[in-house]
């Protein structure tokens, strides 16, 4: 495990709260797996995109890489939880949306998308019902966040895996980060390896897939690359180094993970200036009025993400911010490519598409 970056980390007091926490998971999923607990099937054709851990793993990238596969040939939703939102129920993104009605991670899926539909329900049997019900009804859905959500049981199951915090070596909740053990891995169809620092070989991927007591030819592994940073604003782009030579940098976060970002804008400049707040954050006007004064006494650029964008939308921002700030666009890349043809067919295959 040379090449990681982000070991977990054990708190070894809390063992005791952890098997405590894994006992509850081991009861409720027998309970299920025994169908005391009720799953429904639906005939729409359903991927989750789950994970076994807390923090980010890359959940939404690669339902982008989902959107973008299977939109040119089938009528796409993607029904989310929609975390940190204020509102209740069933809500479907429209154009006055914000991250208060819908959750940031839906707002940007919207926003990138708007020719799909996006949803948020954490009810997620009556979300896909209603889904059903809208007068052009999809062909597909894609739930986020899902696989600890039993009560629906979905096509395909994708389970990502952080490559740099390897399950295996963790423990559940509260002395590791862990939702429920690495047996959960069985209800999956699909591991993705994400945030790869390197192009893993087929060999690397088996023994990783060894490593997770997982079908090594149902595992794959994906890398994040950005994308070229755009005007908060006028969406208009700019080179990350043309950036990097206007002056220092604020990278300006409310992620799981930042360190991934952090060290791709280090290549370009060492003038660098964090403020990063946890995931979903949301921020307070001091906090606002903090990155205001930083962006004037440094003359710096702000460099954000595509999640911390969408909810900054709900902001009266300064104009310090607004004429300086630029987005960072990434995506998830399945490597390499003969892998990933196989990877899309699964994909396609699941949704009655077939070899394309």
């Not at 054709?45 to 939404?60: A, C, D, E, F, R």
């Not at 030579?245 to 930042?258: E, K, S």
């Not at 939308?313 to 300086?324: F, K, V």
């Not at 998830?332 to 892998?339: K, L, N, R």
């Amino acid at each position: 495990m040379s090449n990681r970056k982000d070991i977990p980390h054990i708190y070894k007091p809390l063992l005791p709260l952890a098997w405590l926490y894994s006992t509850g998971v081991w009861m409720r999923n027998r309970l299920f797996d025994r169908g005391i607990l009720p799953v429904e099937e639906f005939s729409i054709p359903i991927i989750s995109v789950g994970n076994l851990t807390v923090g980010g793993t890359g959940k939404t990238p690669l339902t982008e890489y989902l959107i973008e596969l299977l939109s040119p040939h089938k009528r796409v939703a993607v029904l989310s939880r929609g975390y940190g939102r204020k509102s209740r129920g069933f809500v479907i993104a429209s154009s006055h949306s914000t991250a208060s009605d819908i959750g940031d991670e839906p707002l940007q899926i919207y926003r990138k998308y708007p020719t799909i539909t996006v949803a948020v329900d954490s009810n997620r049997r009556r979300g896909i019902k209603l889904l059903q019900q809208q007068a052009t009804p999809p062909e597909v859905i894609l739930l986020d966040d899902a696989h600890q959500h039993r009560y629906v049981r979905p096509t395909l199951s994708i389970v990502l895996c952080d490559y740099n915090r390897p399950i295996y070596a963790d423990l559940p909740l509260p002395a590791g980060r862990l939702r429920e053990p690495m047996s959960g891995l069985k209800r999956a169809d699909i591991v993705v390896l994400t945030k790869c620092t390197h192009i893993l070989t087929q060999e690397e991927i088996s023994q990783e897939a060894d490593r997770l007591h997982f079908d090594s030819t149902s595992t794959f592994a994906a890398h994040i690359a950005y994308g070229t940073p755009r005007h908060i604003e006028t969406h208009k782009c700019q080179d990350i180094e043309h950036l990097a030579d206007m002056g220092p940098i604020i990278i300006f976060t409310g992620i799981a993970n930042p360190a991934p970002m952090i060290e791709y804008v280090s290549q370009y400049t060492s003038q660098i200036t964090v403020q990063s707040y946890p995931d979903h954050h949301n921020f307070t006007t001091q906090e606002i009025e903090k990155l205001a004064q930083t962006t004037e006494a440094k003359k710096a650029i702000i460099l954000t993400t595509e999640k911390d964008a969408a909810r900054l939308s709900g902001y009266d921002l300064p104009s310090q911010i607004t004429n300086n700030c630029y987005v960072l666009p990434l995506k998830s890349v399945i490597q390499p490519t003969s892998i990933k043809i196989g990877f899309d067919q699964r994909i396609l295959q699941a949704v009655d598409l077939g070899l394309q």
